[in-house]
């Protein structure tokens, strides 16, 4: 299958610092990316709608000012966390959609975002 | 409210025997419903897509059906095997934007 890759895999970040994940989509163009949140043991949170070129869509209650969303290129998606805080720590999860195959999206493998 | 509602608690079955979890949603039309198989610590494995139009889909051990009237897709795993202990996530793609249910953990004992 199509194969996402999301960097760092883990991060460990001083509290009112910022942080950036990636998220590529190795062999195939990616119009449309989309960046979740999860808490163990819970379900996927969708944070957030990345289209190439234009501005992120967030869900509701997601701050876009602390989660910055940049789709610059079609194969790239990056999410950076601003002034993180403890209780950002999370897994924070990035897809994208493949637009051959029936929309089927693929996951990169997650990052573990620590904030002390 | 739209829900997607999975079965919270875990699924405990003997080796070979067929695992079947449950994927209920309300106050949603999705086009496409897919399934995802995810371990620890790790993201989301892409195993199956059905669309609203098709009642079953197959791949190896898996299988997959879809009742639309009836708001619910059901997965089924045959001759399970340990490694097949996961949770799997049901998701759905509505208007553009797919959302998750809470997944099912699978236990396989040997």
């Known amino acids: 299958g199509a194969v996402v890759s999301q960097h760092p895999s883990r991060v460990i970040c001083k509290s009112g610092t910022s942080v950036k994940i990636e998220c590529r989509s190795l062999?195939?163009?990616?119009?449309?990316m989309f960046w979740y949140r999860q808490f163990p043991k819970q379900s996927l949170m969708l944070m957030a709608t990345?289209?190439?070129?234009?501005?992120?869509?967030?869900e509701q209650g997601v701050e876009k000012d602390k989660f910055l969303i940049n789709h610059a290129s079609l194969t790239l998606s990056t999410l950076t966390v601003t002034s993180a805080h403890p209780e950002d720590s999370s897994f924070y999860i990035c897809?994208?959609?493949?637009?051959?195959?029936?929309?089927?999206?693929?996951f990169g493998e997650g990052s573990w975002l620590t904030v002390v | 409210s739209q829900k997607i509602e999975q079965n919270s608690e875990a699924l405990n079955i003997q080796e070979g025997k067929t695992a079947t979890l449950t994927c209920n949603y309300t106050?949603?039309?999705?086009?496409?419903l897919q399934w995802y198989r995810q371990d620890p610590g790790r993201g989301p494995v892409f195993l199956l897509l059905i669309r609203e139009n098709e009642k079953e889909k197959r791949k190896e051990r898996l299988k997959v059906t879809f009742d639309t009237t009836l708001k619910q897709s059901l997965f089924h795993i045959t001759a399970s095997q340990p490694a097949d202990s996961a949770t799997y996530l049901c998701a759905l793609l509505n208007f553009n934007k797919f959302y998750f249910g809470s997944g099912t953990k699978l236990n396989v004992k040997p």
């Open positions: 106050n949603y039309s999705p086009a496409y």
């Open positions: 062999d195939f163009q990616a119009t449309t």
């Open positions: 990345s289209n190439e070129g234009s501005k992120a869509t967030y």
């Open positions: 897809s994208a959609r493949e637009p051959t195959v029936g929309n089927t999206i693929y």
